[in-house]
């Protein structure tokens, strides 16, 4: 499983920047991000190399943040992997509360990035099927 690194922000001009900054100046890389957001607040969802020192740094600066547990899947770069992915999570009964698509930089494939519920569950259903997970 991975740590995530999620963030509340406002939705203005130069919010990412700040976040951004704040964490490169605590030497912590971040290497996947993804944004969701509403007209005046957004959630920065980030994997980073310290996720641990990333949270502190954000809270110590007025951020309300979260360290949550979320799985990665490695899928195969083609057409078609993701929908794949789904389907046998579907076939499998398992609700996805999110997921976005990112980069492995250890295996050097996409990685399916999910928040699912019951992850030992989970786990196991996909390797079964030939899934490797991190």
């Keep these: 499983m ?14 990412m920047l700040k976040v951004s900054r704040l964490i490169s100046d605590a030497g912590i890389d971040i ?4 944004t969701n957001d509403s ?5 920065v969802r980030m994997l980073v190399t310290e996720p641990e020192k990333g949270f502190e740094v954000l809270k110590s600066e007025g951020y309300m943040c979260k360290l949550d547990k979320v799985m990665g899947v490695e ?3 083609e057409v ?17 509360d999110y997921i976005y698509v990112s980069y492995s930089r250890d295996s050097k494939t996409p990685l399916a ?3 699912v519920g019951g992850y030992d569950e989970v786990e ?11």
Excluded: H
Excluded at 31 to 34: A, G, L
């Design 31 to 34: 290497y996947n991000v993804v």
């Design 80 to 96: 078609g992997s993701l929908t794949k992915l789904l389907d046998t999570l579907d076939k499998s009964y398992i609700n996805i």
């Design 113 to 115: 990035v999910m928040k």
């Design 2 to 15: 991975i740590t995530q690194l999620s963030v509340f922000t406002e939705n203005s001009k130069g919010a």
């Design 124 to 134: 196991s259903s996909l390797r079964s099927r030939g899934y490797t997970t991190v």
């Design 39 to 43: 007209a005046e607040f957004g959630i």
């Design 75 to 77: 899928i195969p770069d």
